[in-house]
């Protein structure tokens, strides 16, 4: 059989997986994160997508497309930009978006906190709780569905809470928690 007739298939050409949700859970999402994504959909569209049609365009016009690395590569990050955009769309659309300056002021530990607390060798981190598809560790952003987030929700400033990690159990003290306040842009990252 013709190799030309054989589909080829990479793994990096498999649907882009979103991170699972919660049987039954919402995907939350704070009004940054849902701009930070949105913004990122449309340059993919109205910027990126149309300037690689174009190489792509140039690319085929130019004859043998076996051996043209413009036409191959420009192909193949289309299929990225296309995978990208299809994705970041179905998030979009299951997105709620939920406004941690509702809880400004408060002391309990809500969706879009920032929380401080110690660990039992009293080490103090620094978290801010937000959405699946928002989670920075780098930034001290975590998911709502992580552990460390689970075990904090709904406590309050004081608050002795359990985590269970794979290295045992160990508890941990919350020492503070705060909101971003009506108008700031983002919430206070540590």
Known sequence: MSKAFTRETDAEDDEEAPPALPAGGRNYITPQGYARLRAELLQLIDDERPKVVEVVHWAASNGDRSENGDYLYGKKRLREID????????????????????????????????????EASGDERTITIVGIDEADSLKGQVSWISPIAR????????????????????????????????????APVA
């Open 83 to 118: 995978r990208r955009i299809r994705f970041l769309t179905k998030r979009l659309e299951i997105a709620e978006v939920a406004d941690p300056t509702l809880h400004h002021g408060h002391g309990q530990v809500f969706f879009g906190a920032t929380v401080t607390y110690a």
């Open 151 to 186: 075990a904090l929700l709904k406590a309050q400033e004081g608050d002795v809470v359990r985590l269970v990690t794979p290295a045992g159990a160990q508890e941990i003290e919350v020492i503070e928690v705060r909101y971003p306040a009506p108008g700031e842009a983002s």
